[in-house]
Protein backbone atom coordinates (compact mmCIF):
# COMPACT_ATOMS: atom_id res chain seq x y z
CA UNK A 1 0.00 0.00 0.00
CA UNK A 2 1.58 3.10 -0.81
CA UNK A 3 2.16 5.70 2.13
CA UNK A 4 0.10 8.72 2.78
CA UNK A 5 1.72 12.04 0.62
CA UNK A 6 1.83 15.29 2.79
CA UNK A 7 -0.94 17.54 3.04
CA UNK A 8 -1.71 20.09 0.54
CA UNK A 9 -2.89 23.33 2.69
CA UNK A 10 -5.41 25.62 1.23
CA UNK A 11 -3.50 28.69 1.35
CA UNK A 12 -0.80 26.31 -1.17
CA UNK A 13 -3.49 25.47 -3.34
CA UNK A 14 -5.01 29.25 -3.30
CA UNK A 15 -1.18 30.64 -4.01
CA UNK A 16 -0.35 27.89 -6.76
CA UNK A 17 -3.51 28.33 -8.89
CA UNK A 18 -2.89 31.91 -8.51
CA UNK A 19 0.03 31.47 -10.29
CA UNK A 20 -1.63 29.05 -12.46
CA UNK A 21 -4.73 30.87 -13.67
CA UNK A 22 -3.27 33.25 -16.36
CA UNK A 23 -1.79 30.45 -18.36
CA UNK A 24 -3.49 26.88 -16.87
CA UNK A 25 -5.71 26.06 -19.73
CA UNK A 26 -2.60 26.43 -21.89
CA UNK A 27 -0.49 23.91 -19.67
CA UNK A 28 -2.21 21.30 -17.86
CA UNK A 29 -5.90 22.54 -19.41
CA UNK A 30 -4.04 20.72 -22.28
CA UNK A 31 -2.43 17.49 -21.03
CA UNK A 32 -6.30 17.08 -19.56
CA UNK A 33 -8.22 17.92 -22.56
CA UNK A 34 -8.90 13.94 -23.53
CA UNK A 35 -10.03 12.72 -20.43
CA UNK A 36 -12.31 15.55 -19.74
CA UNK A 37 -13.78 15.77 -22.70
CA UNK A 38 -14.26 11.53 -22.40
CA UNK A 39 -15.95 12.77 -19.05
CA UNK A 40 -18.20 15.33 -19.50
CA UNK A 41 -19.46 13.07 -22.97
CA UNK A 42 -20.68 10.51 -19.90
CA UNK A 43 -22.16 12.98 -17.91
CA UNK A 44 -23.71 14.33 -21.11
CA UNK A 45 -26.05 10.70 -20.35
CA UNK A 46 -27.03 12.38 -17.06
CA UNK A 47 -30.28 14.29 -16.23
CA UNK A 48 -30.83 17.45 -13.75
CA UNK A 49 -29.02 19.15 -11.92
CA UNK A 50 -25.17 18.72 -11.53
CA UNK A 51 -22.08 19.93 -9.29
CA UNK A 52 -19.23 20.28 -10.57
CA UNK A 53 -16.25 20.65 -8.01
CA UNK A 54 -13.31 22.73 -8.72
CA UNK A 55 -14.65 23.60 -11.90
CA UNK A 56 -11.22 26.25 -12.54
CA UNK A 57 -11.33 28.20 -15.24
CA UNK A 58 -14.44 26.58 -16.69
CA UNK A 59 -12.97 24.49 -19.61
CA UNK A 60 -15.50 21.50 -19.14
CA UNK A 61 -18.37 23.88 -19.05
CA UNK A 62 -18.86 24.38 -22.85
CA UNK A 63 -18.84 20.44 -23.19
CA UNK A 64 -22.16 20.19 -20.32
CA UNK A 65 -25.56 19.31 -22.34
CA UNK A 66 -28.13 22.40 -22.32
CA UNK A 67 -30.71 19.83 -20.53
CA UNK A 68 -28.20 20.01 -17.50
CA UNK A 69 -28.23 22.95 -15.16
CA UNK A 70 -24.41 23.45 -13.81
CA UNK A 71 -23.66 24.63 -10.62
CA UNK A 72 -19.65 24.96 -10.21
CA UNK A 73 -17.50 25.79 -7.24
CA UNK A 74 -13.42 26.50 -6.80
CA UNK A 75 -10.92 27.93 -4.20
CA UNK A 76 -9.64 29.57 -6.41
CA UNK A 77 -10.85 33.69 -7.35
CA UNK A 78 -8.67 33.76 -10.26
CA UNK A 79 -9.49 30.71 -11.46
CA UNK A 80 -13.24 31.65 -11.29
CA UNK A 81 -12.85 35.23 -12.72
CA UNK A 82 -11.61 32.99 -15.63
CA UNK A 83 -15.02 30.78 -15.72
CA UNK A 84 -17.35 33.13 -15.30
CA UNK A 85 -15.47 35.58 -18.02
CA UNK A 86 -16.13 32.16 -20.45
CA UNK A 87 -19.61 31.81 -19.53
CA UNK A 88 -20.26 35.35 -20.08
CA UNK A 89 -18.48 35.03 -23.60
CA UNK A 90 -20.52 31.86 -24.67
CA UNK A 91 -23.62 32.56 -23.16
CA UNK A 92 -23.79 28.97 -21.40
CA UNK A 93 -27.58 29.25 -20.10
CA UNK A 94 -27.51 26.05 -18.51
CA UNK A 95 -24.56 27.74 -16.11
CA UNK A 96 -26.73 28.16 -12.68
CA UNK A 97 -23.78 29.82 -10.73
CA UNK A 98 -20.59 29.66 -9.99
CA UNK A 99 -19.19 29.58 -6.28
CA UNK A 100 -16.05 30.73 -4.37
CA UNK A 101 -15.96 27.60 -2.03
CA UNK A 102 -14.45 24.81 0.25
CA UNK A 103 -14.86 21.44 -1.59
CA UNK A 104 -14.18 20.14 2.10
CA UNK A 105 -17.47 22.57 2.97
CA UNK A 106 -20.14 22.44 0.75
CA UNK A 107 -22.59 25.28 1.34
CA UNK A 108 -25.46 23.24 -0.20
CA UNK A 109 -28.10 21.41 1.63
CA UNK A 110 -28.30 16.89 2.03
CA UNK A 111 -29.14 15.66 -1.52
CA UNK A 112 -29.12 18.68 -3.87
CA UNK A 113 -27.57 17.40 -6.91
CA UNK A 114 -28.58 14.47 -8.75
CA UNK A 115 -24.92 14.57 -10.03
CA UNK A 116 -21.43 15.45 -8.42
CA UNK A 117 -18.24 15.59 -10.29
CA UNK A 118 -15.04 16.21 -9.09
CA UNK A 119 -11.87 16.92 -12.06
CA UNK A 120 -8.24 16.44 -10.82
CA UNK A 121 -9.91 17.76 -7.30
CA UNK A 122 -8.80 14.98 -5.05
CA UNK A 123 -4.96 15.32 -5.49
CA UNK A 124 -5.43 19.25 -5.19
CA UNK A 125 -7.47 19.45 -1.51
CA UNK A 126 -6.18 19.48 1.81
CA UNK A 127 -8.40 16.88 3.08
CA UNK A 128 -9.66 14.34 0.74
CA UNK A 129 -11.32 12.18 3.02
CA UNK A 130 -13.76 15.46 4.37
CA UNK A 131 -14.37 16.07 0.50
CA UNK A 132 -15.50 12.41 -0.07
CA UNK A 133 -17.90 12.78 2.94
CA UNK A 134 -19.37 16.18 1.30
CA UNK A 135 -19.83 14.83 -2.35
CA UNK A 136 -21.22 11.83 -0.75
CA UNK A 137 -23.62 14.46 1.78
CA UNK A 138 -24.88 16.52 -1.34
CA UNK A 139 -25.94 14.03 -3.66
CA UNK A 140 -29.16 12.71 -4.12
CA UNK A 141 -30.22 8.41 -3.58
CA UNK A 142 -29.92 6.95 -6.78
CA UNK A 143 -27.55 10.04 -8.06
CA UNK A 144 -23.59 9.65 -9.24
CA UNK A 145 -20.93 10.86 -8.44
CA UNK A 146 -17.94 10.68 -11.10
CA UNK A 147 -13.86 11.88 -10.10
CA UNK A 148 -11.30 11.88 -12.62
CA UNK A 149 -8.09 12.12 -11.18
CA UNK A 150 -4.75 11.23 -11.05
CA UNK A 151 -4.28 7.63 -9.17
CA UNK A 152 -0.43 6.96 -7.93
CA UNK A 153 1.39 3.50 -9.03
CA UNK A 154 3.15 1.56 -6.65
CA UNK A 155 5.97 0.32 -9.14
CA UNK A 156 7.68 0.98 -12.42
CA UNK A 157 9.16 3.92 -13.71
CA UNK A 158 5.91 6.63 -13.06
CA UNK A 159 5.97 5.36 -9.35
CA UNK A 160 9.44 6.38 -9.20
CA UNK A 161 8.83 9.69 -11.15
CA UNK A 162 6.14 10.26 -8.51
CA UNK A 163 7.86 9.97 -5.54
CA UNK A 164 10.42 12.87 -7.16
CA UNK A 165 7.74 15.04 -7.18
CA UNK A 166 6.28 14.66 -3.71
CA UNK A 167 9.07 17.36 -2.31
CA UNK A 168 7.16 19.99 -5.03
CA UNK A 169 3.49 19.76 -3.40
CA UNK A 170 3.53 22.56 -2.56
CA UNK A 171 4.70 24.49 -5.41
CA UNK A 172 2.81 22.82 -8.10
CA UNK A 173 -0.31 22.46 -5.95
CA UNK A 174 -1.21 18.89 -5.81
CA UNK A 175 0.36 15.36 -4.52
CA UNK A 176 1.72 13.32 -7.12
CA UNK A 177 1.46 10.49 -4.95
CA UNK A 178 -2.43 9.67 -3.97
CA UNK A 179 -3.74 6.25 -4.16
CA UNK A 180 -7.05 4.57 -5.30
CA UNK A 181 -7.68 3.46 -1.98
CA UNK A 182 -8.28 7.08 -0.33
CA UNK A 183 -11.70 7.80 -1.94
CA UNK A 184 -13.14 4.44 -1.42
CA UNK A 185 -14.27 5.34 2.36
CA UNK A 186 -18.00 6.39 2.00
CA UNK A 187 -20.23 3.37 3.01
CA UNK A 188 -23.38 4.81 0.68
CA UNK A 189 -21.31 5.24 -2.35
CA UNK A 190 -21.17 2.65 -4.35
CA UNK A 191 -17.98 1.66 -6.89
CA UNK A 192 -19.44 1.24 -10.08
CA UNK A 193 -16.74 1.86 -13.04
CA UNK A 194 -13.62 2.80 -13.17
CA UNK A 195 -11.94 3.67 -16.70
CA UNK A 196 -8.58 5.00 -17.31
CA UNK A 197 -8.52 7.43 -19.60
CA UNK A 198 -5.93 9.16 -22.21
CA UNK A 199 -3.09 9.84 -22.15
CA UNK A 200 -1.74 6.44 -21.04
CA UNK A 201 -4.11 6.08 -18.34
CA UNK A 202 -2.67 8.94 -16.75
CA UNK A 203 -5.32 9.98 -15.61
CA UNK A 204 -8.82 7.53 -14.22
CA UNK A 205 -12.75 8.55 -13.75
CA UNK A 206 -13.76 6.54 -10.84
CA UNK A 207 -18.03 6.54 -11.02
CA UNK A 208 -20.03 5.84 -8.13
CA UNK A 209 -23.22 5.07 -7.48
CA UNK A 210 -25.13 6.28 -4.22
CA UNK A 211 -26.76 3.39 -2.67
CA UNK A 212 -27.15 3.82 1.40
CA UNK A 213 -25.32 0.88 2.78
CA UNK A 214 -24.18 -0.54 -0.36
CA UNK A 215 -20.41 1.26 0.11
CA UNK A 216 -17.30 0.16 -1.62
CA UNK A 217 -14.87 -0.14 1.03
CA UNK A 218 -10.95 0.35 0.62
CA UNK A 219 -10.32 -3.52 1.19
CA UNK A 220 -11.96 -4.44 -1.85
CA UNK A 221 -9.78 -2.74 -4.37
CA UNK A 222 -8.29 -5.54 -5.68
CA UNK A 223 -11.69 -6.60 -7.12
CA UNK A 224 -12.35 -2.74 -8.79
CA UNK A 225 -9.17 -3.79 -10.68
CA UNK A 226 -10.02 -4.44 -14.96
CA UNK A 227 -11.52 -7.96 -15.10
CA UNK A 228 -9.13 -8.07 -18.26
CA UNK A 229 -6.27 -9.51 -15.47
CA UNK A 230 -8.19 -12.58 -14.79
CA UNK A 231 -8.83 -13.36 -18.51
CA UNK A 232 -6.75 -16.35 -20.27
CA UNK A 233 -3.51 -14.87 -22.19
CA UNK A 234 -4.19 -14.24 -25.71
CA UNK A 235 -1.59 -16.64 -28.06
CA UNK A 236 1.16 -14.93 -29.38
CA UNK A 237 -0.02 -14.53 -33.10
CA UNK A 238 -2.99 -13.71 -32.16
CA UNK A 239 -4.16 -10.01 -33.33
CA UNK A 240 -6.01 -7.12 -31.08
CA UNK A 241 -9.78 -6.69 -31.79
CA UNK A 242 -9.92 -4.17 -34.39
CA UNK A 243 -11.60 -1.06 -31.90
CA UNK A 244 -8.31 -1.64 -29.63
CA UNK A 245 -6.10 -1.66 -32.44
CA UNK A 246 -7.78 1.78 -33.97
CA UNK A 247 -8.27 3.08 -30.10
CA UNK A 248 -4.03 2.54 -29.88
CA UNK A 249 -3.43 3.88 -33.52
CA UNK A 250 -5.64 7.08 -32.63
CA UNK A 251 -3.53 7.52 -29.00
CA UNK A 252 -0.18 7.33 -31.10
CA UNK A 253 -1.36 9.87 -33.64
CA UNK A 254 -2.69 12.74 -31.14
CA UNK A 255 0.32 12.05 -28.79
CA UNK A 256 2.76 12.97 -32.04
CA UNK A 257 0.12 15.82 -32.45
CA UNK A 258 0.77 17.26 -29.23
CA UNK A 259 4.07 16.42 -28.86
CA UNK A 260 4.78 18.45 -32.11
CA UNK A 261 2.70 21.30 -30.60
CA UNK A 262 4.70 21.33 -27.92
CA UNK A 263 8.16 21.52 -29.83
CA UNK A 264 6.86 23.90 -32.12
CA UNK A 265 8.79 27.50 -31.40
CA UNK A 266 5.58 29.28 -32.73
CA UNK A 267 2.98 27.88 -30.47
CA UNK A 268 5.23 29.48 -27.78
CA UNK A 269 5.41 33.07 -29.50
CA UNK A 270 1.69 32.64 -29.68
CA UNK A 271 1.41 31.82 -26.09
CA UNK A 272 3.34 34.20 -24.89
CA UNK A 273 1.76 36.78 -26.88
CA UNK A 274 -1.92 35.56 -25.39
CA UNK A 275 -0.55 35.92 -22.03
CA UNK A 276 1.35 39.18 -22.75
CA UNK A 277 -2.00 40.37 -23.44
CA UNK A 278 -4.06 38.73 -20.95
CA UNK A 279 -1.47 40.45 -18.29
CA UNK A 280 -2.13 43.77 -20.04
CA UNK A 281 -5.74 43.97 -19.64
Known sequence: MASKAPLVDAASVRH????????????????AEAGRKHAVQILNRRKGRVLEVGVGTGLALPGYGGHLSITGIDLSP???AKA???????????????????????GFADESFETVVAMHVMTVVPDAEKVMRELERVCAPGGEVFLVNHFSQEHGLRAWFERRLVPL??????RPVFALDRVLICEDLRLAERRALWPFGLFTMVRFVKQPGY???????ADAQPAAR?????????????????????????????GRRFLDSRYWRSLYRRLSSQMAE
Open 16 to 31: AYRRWAPFYDYTFGQV
Open 84 to 106: RARVERLGLRNIVALHEMDAGAL
Open 215 to 221: GFGAELV
Open 230 to 258: ARPRLPVRARLPEPVRVRIKWSVARTLVV
Open 78 to 80: EML
Open 169 to 174: ADFIGW
